[in-house]
């Protein structure tokens, strides 16, 4: 891919896919790319991660990250591998919470390839992890922070604005001005009236807009979400079973902490233990209440949701409470059961039908996590098919993604961009979006291609 004699936006991920987050402006002799993420879920998407970067990492000038979440951040550490040397731009708190993701992930990526070799699943005969330890620190020393709502200059006529878009703490919108172009990045966009965080701010207008279409297609049901969660709580208590919640450690763990803690505070769950069983999960609650300025958590409440579970700190501890069969609440990462110790519960916990499995979040396809969603009763975990016979439920009031009313909501107001795309859903949640963008706001809107390349000064 050479350099565009005009300004133009690649599509790099993020098309047909709910994850892979990236995007190459490329404009002034500079080339900018907006969020540097891993693709997840189905195989033939992972192996993407592997393949080599559509451009030669050393020829990027800078990276803009519109939040921590892997998807959108979790390749950098290879892309600095490669020879990327240029500023990571990121929000103070998405700093902080890349700083526990990418070394997070750069371990569970070198834990299991070394589980892999032990165990000999898998089909190489040396597997390697995507990237090491060294090579997530060496990305995180490239991260420059910014603040909401600040200008900033990147030279050859090129700025952006990072604005507050709800979902996460951090989490961005990014306005990016491209030769007097306007080219707006929704980022993930949250929920009004969220539990956690502030309402994300409107889109302003652009010459051309990309939004994320993650809940596309659905509504998400008008229900409280700590009844959802005192229902599911009280029933699987009441039958001495153990709650598993897969959650992301950062996002998920401390909504549902918070809602754990506020039904615990008025007697309407019985004191059955809580467990914490991510490390990454404390350390991000933390990160949160050192940043009170951007969500609506009071100090005092903050304090009860970190006070509220015991955590878990060693592999020893963890394995102890597999044994535990007494009635508890176990939440722990990952959010769509792709890695991490959560696994190791679902093994000892699933094949109990007192138990329950309660999915807190998005579980994007070919993941566990949608496996469960869609009705399968077998999970395969460690090279071998674990058995599920526990309840499933999917909390959908829990989400942290703004659904399609919604979405069309945060648009609303703004006047037409000259061009719309619409990414980062899978693909009948982007043309379900796209379909309401265009007749019910009659904007120009579509969905682009893997790897298409449009020119910004005329869009199409």
């Known amino acids: 891919m050479s350099h565009a004699q005009e300004p133009s936006l690649t599509f790099l991920g993020a098309t047909g896919t709910v ?59 290879a892309l600095v591998r490669n020879g990327f040397s240029g500023p990571i731009y990121a929000t103070t708190s998405t700093v902080e919470l890349c700083e526990l993701l990418l070394l997070d992930s750069a371990h569970l990526q070198e834990e299991e390839a070394g589980y892999a070799r032990r165990k000999a699943f898998s089909r190489h005969r040396d597997p390697k992890p995507l990237y090491t330890l060294d090579d997530a620190q060496a990305a995180l020393e490239r991260f420059e922070p910014v603040s909401f709502e600040q200008d900033l200059d990147i030279g050859e006529g090129l700025g952006a604005r990072f604005i507050p878009a709800g979902h996460l703490l951090g989490a961005a919108s990014i306005h990016l001005s491209v030769a007097g172009r306007t080219v707006h990045f929704s980022g993930d966009i949250g929920r009004p009236s969220d539990a956690i965080m502030r309402d994300p701010h409107p889109f302003p207008g652009a010459d051309i807009l990309i939004v994320e279409s993650t809940y596309g297609n659905r509504s998400h049901p008008h229900v409280d979400a700590e009844s959802e969660l005192e229902e599911v709580i009280n029933r699987v208590a009441k039958r001495g079973g153990t709650i598993l919640v897969p959650a992301f450690a950062v996002g998920r763990v401390q909504a549902v902490m918070l809602h754990i803690a506020r039904l615990r505070a008025r007697g309407a769950i019985p004191p059955i233990p809580v467990y914490l069983n991510t490390p990454m999960g404390v350390n991000a609650t933390r990160i949160y209440h050192r940043h009170h300025e951007e969500h609506e958590v009071s100090r005092g409440e903050c304090k009860a949701m970190f006070e509220l579970a015991q955590r878990v700190r060693t592999v020893e501890e963890s394995k102890a409470l597999n044994r535990d069969k007494e009635p508890k609440i176990i939440i722990s990462a990952s959010g769509m059961l792709s890695g991490g110790r959560i696994l190791h519960h679902v093994v000892s916990f699933g094949d109990d039908p007192r138990n329950a499995i309660v999915l807190s979040g998005f579980q994007a396809g070919g993941t566990r996590g949608a496996a469960l969603v869609r009705g399968d009763r077998t999970l395969r975990i460690f090279g071998r098919d674990v058995p599920i016979a526990a309840e499933v439920v999917q909390l959908e009031a829990l989400s942290g993604h703004a659904d399609t009313d919604e979405l069309l909501a945060w648009m609303g107001d703004a006047p037409p961009p000259s061009m719309t795309y619409v990414t980062h859903g899978e693909p009948e949640a982007a043309d379900a979006l796209r379909f309401r963008v265009d007749h019910e706001l009659g904007w120009n809107v579509r969905v682009p291609e893997h790897l298409e390349r449009i020119n910004i000064m005329a869009p199409e």
């Open 19 to 77: 994850t892979g987050s990236r995007y190459l402006v490329e404009a002034g002799g500079q080339r900018l790319l907006v969020d540097c993420g891993l693709f997840q879920g189905y195989k033939q998407l992972r192996l993407r991660n592997w393949n080599p970067f559509p451009v030669d990492p050393k020829s990027i000038s800078a990276v803009l990250l519109t939040h921590a979440h892997l998807d959108h951040s979790g390749y950098l550490p």
